[in-house]
């Protein structure tokens, strides 16, 4: 059996598990790579799943997403695939009204970058007296 021929049949079961797991119609779980996916509910990701090997065993550990995207909030581990994305859908949002991502990042519109600037030209005067 080739390298690929042991990816396809480990990713044709993992697509039958998210396909098994996903219950609730909003809620969508996405194969990010080998041992890794994604889960979304209402189009917002809610949290990541990461596949570990203990002894020989397999398991899932659930992490709700994070303003730093390396880290997350670890729920705990699961032995079932189904169990862990029930986890992460039941898990309350932490992010009401407001979506920490998208402040992260550069993309601004010229008015914003104008106030910035003005911002920060204030910034740097406001020590200084004239005396």
């Known amino acids: 059996m080739t390298e690929f021929e042991d990816w396809r049949k480990t990713r044709e079961h993992t697509d039958a598990q998210v396909a098994a797991a996903a219950s609730d119609p909003?809620?969508?779980?996405?194969?990010?790579?080998?041992?890794?996916?994604?889960?979304?509910?209402?189009?917002?990701?809610?949290?990541?799943?990461?596949?570990?090997?203990?002894?020989?065993?397999?398991?899932?550990?659930?992490?709700?997403r994070h303003v730093n995207p390396g880290q997350g909030t670890r729920i705990g581990e699961y032995w079932e695939f189904d169990k862990a994305i029930a986890a992460i859908i039941a898990e309350p949002s932490r992010f009401v009204g407001r979506d920490p991502f998208r402040e992260l990042t550069n993309y601004a519109s010229r008015d914003q970058m104008r106030e910035r600037t003005e911002r920060k030209r204030l910034q740097r005067r406001a020590g200084r007296y004239f005396g």
Not at 31 to 41: A, E, H, I, N
């Open 26 to 64: 909003s809620a969508t779980v996405t194969d990010l790579g080998p041992g890794f996916w994604m889960v979304s509910v209402a189009g917002a990701t809610r949290g990541f799943i990461v596949q570990l090997e203990v002894r020989d065993e397999v398991r899932f550990e659930a992490r709700l």
